[in-house]
Nanobody
Framework: QVQLVESGGGLVQPGGSLRLSCSTS????????MGWFRQAPGKEREFVAV????????IYADSVKGRITISRDIAKSTLYLQMNSLTPEDTAVYYC????????????????????WGQGTQVTVSS
């Protein structure tokens, strides 16, 4: 059974930090690139970051580059997203997702190309 479960969301003040986690089954985690996406109310889901299998390559959205770090722990089958210098524009439901390897760079930024999704965790940045 394929399962991805996000955790670590919550309320944080502007400029604060948060670390999100995504626990997965070994079947889903192994040989898959893992990505983070987010969706604000009334808006489409957008790409945040992705990390390759087993983790040598990372890609970040321009809007978060320099403020976040994506990583994965192979032994624990867990994906992480460390978020710093948060702003209200970062408020959204954050989803982790798994995707098979692709030779096309832009496929890793396209949510329609991902195979599996978690249920999401809410991140709210507000004073």
């Amino acid at each position: 059974q394929v399962q991805l479960v996000e955790s670590g969301g919550g309320l944080v003040q502007p400029g604060g930090s948060l670390r999100l986690s995504c626990s997965t089954s070994e079947y889903t985690f192994g040989s898959y690139a893992m990505g983070w996406f987010r969706q604000a109310p009334g808006k489409e889901r957008e790409f945040v970051a992705v990390i390759s299998w087993p983790g040598a390559v990372t890609i970040y959205a321009d809007s978060v580059k320099g403020r976040i770090t994506i990583s994965r722990d192979i032994a624990k089958s867990t994906l992480y997203l460390q978020m710093n210098s948060l702003t209200p524009e970062d408020t959204a439901v954050y989803y982790c997702a798994a995707k098979s390897q692709s030779a096309r760079y832009r496929d890793y930024m396209e949510p329609r190309k991902y195979d599996y999704w978690g249920q999401g965790t809410q991140v709210t940045v507000s004073s």
